[in-house]
């Protein structure tokens, strides 16, 4: 036998002026598993009709979605502008105003959205809603307060945390937040025996959101070779923080004075997914002799892929092009391994083979970075 009658369950429309505007209305019963017919309402009315009852901004038909005037599982408080009480109102955790927990929003419905036992309200300090500078992410679980997840963000670092090649000279990761500091030293150990170990000593920080300068001292044997000096910016993050992009300058005097390089890098970081990365620096090289003036200028890309199998092992491999206008060229690949046996502590091995001039070479290196 048919429901003759449809009995209407409309938790927004309070106002009995408008409940008896509705009965005029015919409505499309909803059958139920249960055999029982409930009418949905929720699309009748224009939203300046439509109740706010705490005034949220988020609408009452939204946060009571089968509209049974009752609080069950998986909905917010349609009469309690904080339904999960951790200080942020329900219209700015879901701010977009849909009823739903959508990419980079925290959950009205839990205190802690990311779960990592720090409240929502504690994360997000000023509970506007966002995640500003100087405080950790509501939507990113933290451990040691470092962030290690999808977007792999660590505080109010801003962009895809992606490991940094260990060869590649790259100031920062993109987005850096200021105050972010890193000393390190690279040694690249001789392919023969008469080749002179290479090792260099610098100290990188972030001096603005976004920006960072570093200083260098590249060193042959015993002896300064040169001194280097860089600077770094962020061009743009994406809402995701999947995909970052920027720039950075270097500029470096031979210690006899003899000739100033100034290479020009575009950089793009993208992080795939939890366990795979890349980074991508491409860019130009002039050389200037100060003696002679004379002019030589390079192309250059620089890839690497990372594959993150725990959080604090890195596997990767490192590549590096180098094309003179002069015809020379060099080409270099290089596996390596990247491991963080403590929060401040990096270590980074690796061993490739090397291309130049029409000879094949070995080349293996070593990295300690320590960051605050």
């Known amino acids: 036998m048919g429901t003759a009658f449809a009995p209407v369950r409309c938790g927004m429309f309070t106002r009995p ?10 409505f499309a019963p909803e059958a139920r598993a249960n055999g029982e017919h409930v009418t949905r309402c929720s699309g009748l009315l ?53 009823g739903r927990v ?23 300090r000023n509970r506007n809603g966002r995640w500003d500078p100087g405080e950790t992410s509501p939507t990113a679980r933290c451990t040691g307060g470092r962030c290690r997840v999808l977007e792999d963000v660590d505080r109010t670092h801003r962009g895809p945390r992606v490991p940094e090649p260990m060869l590649t000279d790259l100031v920062r ?8 500091l890193e000393a390190n030293v ?24 976004g920006w960072a300068l570093e200083l260098e001292l590249p060193i042959r044997g015993t002896q300064i070779e040169s001194f280097k000096l860089g600077l770094q910016g962020t061009l743009g993050v994406t809402a995701d923080q999947r995909f970052a992009h920027g720039f950075q300058w270097l500029g470096e005097l031979r210690s006899d004075g003899s000739r100033v390089d100034n290479t020009l890098y575009w950089i793009g970081a ?11 620096l491409a860019g130009a090289r002039v050389n200037v002799g100060t003696r002679d003036g004379a002019i030589s200028t390079h192309a250059m890309l620089h890839p690497t892929v990372y594959y993150e199998p725990s959080r604090s092992l890195s596997i990767g491999v490192e ?7 002069n015809g020379a060229h060099s080409v270099d690949v290089t596996p390596q ?32 970075a320590i960051e605050h």
């Open 319 to 325: 590549s590096r092009v180098l094309l003179a206008t």
């Open 102 to 124: 959508d990419r980079g929003e925290t959950d009205p419905r839990s205190a802690d959205s990311d779960g990592d036992r720090i409240p929502d309200g504690v994360e997000d």
């Open 173 to 180: 990761n993109l987005g850096a937040a200021r105050g972010e």
């Open 17 to 26: 002026w408008v409940y008896l505007a509705l009965t005029s209305i015919a």
């Open 270 to 280: 993208l992080r795939f997914s939890q366990r795979f990365s890349a980074m991508l």
């Open 186 to 209: 690279l040694f690249v150990a001789p392919a023969s025996a008469s080749f002179v170990p290479r090792w260099a000593p610098e100290v990188e920080i972030a001096f603005w959101d």
């Open 337 to 368: 391994l990247r491991w963080r046996p403590i929060d401040p502590l990096t270590l980074q091995i690796g061993a490739g083979a090397l291309y130049e001039s029409g000879a094949l070479s070995s080349i293996a290196a070593c990295r300690i």
């Open 46 to 98: 224009p939203p300046w009709l439509q109740t706010d009852s705490d005034r949220d901004g988020v609408l009452d038909h939204l946060e009571d979605a089968n509209g049974n005037g009752v609080r069950d599982d998986g909905e917010t408080n349609a009469h309690h502008a904080d339904s999960d009480r951790d200080g942020i109102a329900d219209g700015l955790e879901d701010s977009n105003h849909n």
